[in-house]
């Protein structure tokens, strides 16, 4: 929350991204545990139309969308999550530390200190990337221990990062830049010119999209080159691959754009009633779109909304079998 | 098979129960380890149709269909299994015990105390749900160290359970019922009569399917109110019940059948021999076919048409998935196979 605070001062849509925070502060009290009451009631569970694709899902007799109420406490105000591929990293931004949680029974495994005002966190195969904002850093842990393996420089207000293969991809919120880093040293191999207040990146397998504060930059992975800029709605966000199209969560429009990765032709633009929608994970067969009041679920192949759920959440990451969300406000992942 | 003794006396039909059981007796003997001859011959393994549709099996080289004789020792008979991800939880119906066993090495990585008599184990997301039949109870245990959160009063003889997402489901054999336990605290939310003798549950996505052992049935119930949607008739000796992600699939101890229900509006498409004088108990979906447990085999049917594809001589009871191997536990072994 913090973050988008930071970034809308510095740009021209400060009073709408404000608004939107106060509108998210109001809410605060009715998510808190302790209060009952028909907004916390939960949907009776669905059936998870592609889990017969997935055999942990089958494993898992998770055959259901559901709200489920299994939690973890983590550190202060956690943003950012990732998957390492047995455990979920989080990135606290308030008390600048990361933990590591287990992601079958979601036991702490270890909490590690890093820079200030952790926001992001990725995995790279062997090892997590955390950014530090207010440090102009990022931080690489070991992932089984969670040592630290070294601190690099980045641009100004390191955002959400993408992995591609090979290299690290740091938007640089204040720079209008993102940077790619060699991830076995460190090395900035380049910065290189996107939209205004860059916030996050995913990679489609050729090629980095970026979101800016409305629209997405795609740049070839292989040196940068830009590929085109797409308009989608304002305060462009989170952003995910499906394997075929990207999908971009617009904080304040209240709508997720779907575009073609080949092309970048917009399929669709979903609205969706998350007051303003945040972060977004595809878990193969639907899209999570976290949000200042609810998580909602859109069916990737048709954007048609299955499920939602009153929550104020952040980052949100898939573990091969379940979604997981950072509720920030309470210091907690929620498992569904 | 206390259990089902236990349950069969009560009842009119104790004698075909108890015919059932000295049949289930008698075959224990050929199925002990040791024990060579014909009924003990591998079958030689066969390729596994949609192994390239599973990553994990794709990374494991787990290509075929084959008796892979690997096993664990765990306590005593064990009935009910689970996994929660990683590893694989047995409820050991004789010492009161259930025990978690690594997947990937078969490493046993705890014992811990439960109920009296477990019957049946569930996982929640993070805890790991047993039912202590002899007690009337389900105890609740954290997944990553088995400490015991908590034990919940349930109807008499809870049998095997099942998790919808935000509920555990227990069948209460003797009363008839299945009993609604919210998973965060444990609270009753909820009893509803089924049919006689309810003995395993599974979900389907929204609507919870009760096996009725004594009837002969499967009661569907709409997991968000417990109404009940239908009760379908299937084979004698209702017992294990599995989904697919379209059908129940329904092992009938007593007819020597397995049953195939639409899950959408309970319309019986296929009725599937299991092998003679078998006694199917649990049932499991592996992505692609569903593993039969029982007293004489565990045996194999493609889930698309029923048709069986492989056999292992075997008396087991339990089974489950792990997302690329199928594990089922010789109560009368005091061990857990995979294959």
């Not at chain 1, 850093?137 to 293969?165: Q, Y």
Request: glycine share 12%; proline share 4%; aromatic share 10%.
């Amino acid at each position: 929350m913090k973050t988008r605070i930071a970034i809308g001062v510095s740009l021209i849509v400060v009073v709408l991204a404000m608004a939107n925070l106060f509108a998210g502060q109001a809410q605060k009290p009715i998510n808190q545990p302790a209060h009952a009451g028909p907004q916390l009631q939960m949907q009776p569970p669905i059936l998870d139309a592609g889990a017969r694709l997935n055999p942990l899902k089958i494993a898992l007799l998770h055959w259901y969308l559901a709200d489920t109420e299994t939690l973890v406490g983590v550190g202060n105000e956690p943003l950012g999550l990732c998957f390492d591929g047995a455990n979920v990293w989080t990135a606290n931004y308030n008390d600048n530390t990361v933990t590591k949680v287990q992601a079958n029974d979601r036991q702490v495994l270890g909490t590690f200190k890093v820079g200030t005002q952790p926001y992001g966190v990725t995995f790279d195969g062997a090892n997590v990337w955390v950014s530090n904002e207010l440090d102009n850093t990022v931080t690489k842990l070991s992932a089984s221990d969670g040592k630290t393996l070294g601190t690099f420089r980045t641009g100004t207000f390191p955002a959400w990062m993408a992995f591609d293969g090979q290299s690290l991809w740091v938007p640089n919120a204040r720079d209008n830049t993102v940077s790619k880093l060699r991830t076995t040293d460190g090395k900035i191999l380049g910065t290189f010119a996107v939209g205004n207040a860059p916030a996050a990146i995913a990679f489609d397998g050729a090629n980095v999209w970026v979101t800016d504060d409305a629209s997405v930059t795609k740049l070839r992975a292989s040196d940068g080159k830009v590929l085109g800029t797409f308009a989608v709605g304002n305060g462009a966000l989170g952003i995910a691959f499906d394997g075929a199209n990207i999908w971009v969560a617009n904080r304040n429009s209240n709508t997720v754009t779907e575009l073609r990765a080949s092309d970048g032709v917009v399929l669709g633009t979903f609205s969706v009633p998350a007051n303003g929608p945040y972060g977004i994970v595809f878990d193969g067969t639907y899209i999570w779109i976290s949000g200042d009041s609810n998580l909602v679920i859109l069916r990737a192949s048709d954007g048609a909304q299955v499920a939602s759920r009153q929550l104020t959440s952040a980052g949100v990451a898939f573990d091969g079998a379940y979604v997981w969300t950072a509720e920030s406000i309470n210091n907690r992942l929620h498992k569904f | 098979m206390k259990t089902r003794i236990a349950i069969g006396v009560s009842l009119i039909v104790a004698a075909l129960a108890m015919a059932n059981l000295f049949a289930g007796q008698a075959q224990k003997t050929a199925s002990q380890p040791a024990q060579g001859g014909s009924q003990l011959q591998m079958q030689p393994p066969k390729l596994d149709a949609v192994a390239h549709l599973n990553p994990l099996k794709i990374a494991l080289l787990h290509w075929y269909l084959a008796d892979t004789s690997t096993s664990v020792a765990v306590g005593s008979q064990p009935y009910g299994v689970c996994f929660d991800g990683a590893n694989i939880w047995t409820a050991n119906f004789g010492d009161n015990t259930v025990t978690k066993v690594q997947a990937s090495t078969g490493q046993v990585l705890g014992t811990f105390k439960v109920g009296a008599q477990p019957y049946g184990v569930t996982f929640d997301g993070g805890n790991i749900w047993v039912s202590n039949q002899a007690d009337g109870t389900v105890t609740k245990l954290r997944a990553s160290d088995g400490t015991v959160l908590g034990t919940f009063p349930v109807g008499r003889f809870p049998g095997w359970l099942a998790f919808d997402g935000q509920n555990i489901w227990a069948p209460n054999g003797p009363d008839n019922t299945v009993s609604k336990l919210r998973a965060i605290d444990g609270k009753n939310v909820g009893t509803f009569a089924v049919g006689t003798s309810p003995i395993a549950a599974a979900f389907d996505g929204s609507a919870v399917w009760v096996t009725n052992y004594l009837a002969s049935s499967v009661t569907k119930l709409r997991a968000s109110d417990g109404t009940v949607l239908g009760t379908f008739a299937v084979g004698y000796g209702a017992l294990g019940i599995a989904f697919d992600g379209a059908s129940m699939w329904v092992a009938n101890r007593n007819s020597n059948t397995v049953t195939k229900l639409r899950a959408g509006d309970g319309t019986v498409l296929g009725t599937f021999p299991a092998p003679p004088s078998d006694g199917p108990y649990g049932v499991a979906f592996d992505g692609a076919y569903i593993w039969v447990s029982g007293d004489s085999y565990l045996f194999v049917l493609r889930a698309s048409d029923g048709a069986q594809v492989a056999s292992h001589s075997l008396q087991s009871e339990g089974v489950a998935f792990d997302g690329a191997y199928v594990w089922t536990a010789l109560q009368s072994g005091n061990r857990l196979y995979r294959f």
